[in-house]
């Protein structure tokens, strides 16, 4: 089955990093760029970054770069992705997608920052 | 950076009816690289269509994708009631950042 499964929700402080991952099935997973998009509550979709699954090459939104760092893991077939320097406008629901158009989406990962 | 506008911001039509959603760029997006999501309560989106006019496999043909440079249209030809959600328009540029979303456009039931 193709699918993406994120991992669990997250509660954490401002200044911690939270790090989600995102495991790939049922394709071959190298040969897709995959991506981070964020959406808080109520707001539109953000696009973070994404990694080359393949090369691990990355490129990054300008507003997260520093602070966001997407990595892989190509014999689990996983990525992931580390946001540091948490503050509360970072609660958000964070998804990984797949491909140059987002075909395949994960469920989502809720990272709540609050003190 | 290049901004995306939808419009209307709600629309509210009956099943069966013809829906047409509009997302205008800042600039031209190049390449037509333009998409469209459908996001349900509690769901992540769906891709519905991608280079402005190619339907996702899978997308029923009631859903179509058109217009070029600055203003892009999908139309629902005729609504089913598992229509009813929020659409996004996303444009992929070459510069940072290389993708953006409009703010959605919420079609309500009537």
């Known amino acids: 089955q193709v699918q993406l499964v994120q991992s669990g929700a997250e509660v954490k402080r401002p200044g911690a990093s939270v790090k989600v991952s995102c495991k790939a099935s049922?394709?071959?997973?190298?040969?897709?760029?995959m991506h981070w998009v964020r959406q808080a509550p109520g707001q539109r979709l953000e696009w973070m970054g994404w990694i080359n699954a393949g090369k691990g090459s990355t490129k990054y939104s300008q507003k997260f770069q520093g602070r966001v760092t997407i990595t892989r893991d190509t014999s689990a077939s996983t990525i992931y992705m580390e946001l540091s320097s948490l503050r509360s406008e970072d609660t958000s629901m964070y998804y990984c997608a797949r491909g140059w158009f987002f075909d395949l989406w994960g469920r989502g990962t809720l990272v709540t920052v609050s003190s | 950076e290049i901004v995306l506008t939808q419009s209307p911001g709600t629309l509210s039509l009956s099943p069966g009816e013809r829906a047409t959603l509009s997302c205008r760029a800042s600039?031209?997006?190049?390449?037509?690289?333009l998409a469209w999501y459908q996001q349900k309560p509690g769901q992540a989106p769906r891709l519905l269509i991608y280079?402005?006019?190619s339907r996702a496999p899978g997308i029923p043909d009631r859903f179509s994708g058109s217009g070029s440079g600055t203003d892009f249209t999908l139309t629902i030809s005729r609504l089913e009631p598992e229509d009813f959600a929020v659409y996004y328009c996303?444009?992929?540029?070459?510069?940072?950042?290389?993708?953006?979303f409009g703010q959605g456009t919420k079609l309500e039931i009537k």
């Open positions: 280079d402005a006019s």
């Open positions: 996303q444009q992929y540029g070459n510069s940072l950042p290389m993708y953006t």
């Open positions: 600039q031209s997006v190049s390449s037509n690289y």
């Open positions: 049922g394709y071959t997973f190298t040969s897709y760029a």
